[in-house]
């Protein structure tokens, strides 16, 4: 059986303010670090759409 796809990748992080700085300067759609903050939630998600729906996650 092979892999023909996957939809989440969860990637944890030590710095997590400086990976939301990182992913809105390339151009993606994350929360800024106050309004992650804010919300008082261990995770955000940054959705890629490499692979139709395929969002990230990190810890």
Do not use: C
């Amino acid at each position: 059986m092979s892999i023909i796809a996957f939809d989440l990748v969860a990637i944890p992080t030590v710095r997590p303010e400086e990976m939301l700085r990182f992913y809105r300067a390339l151009g993606f759609s994350s929360p800024t670090s106050e309004k992650w903050r804010a919300e008082r939630i261990p995770f955000f998600s940054i959705p890629t759409f490499l692979l139709d729906t395929q969002k990230n996650k990190w810890h």
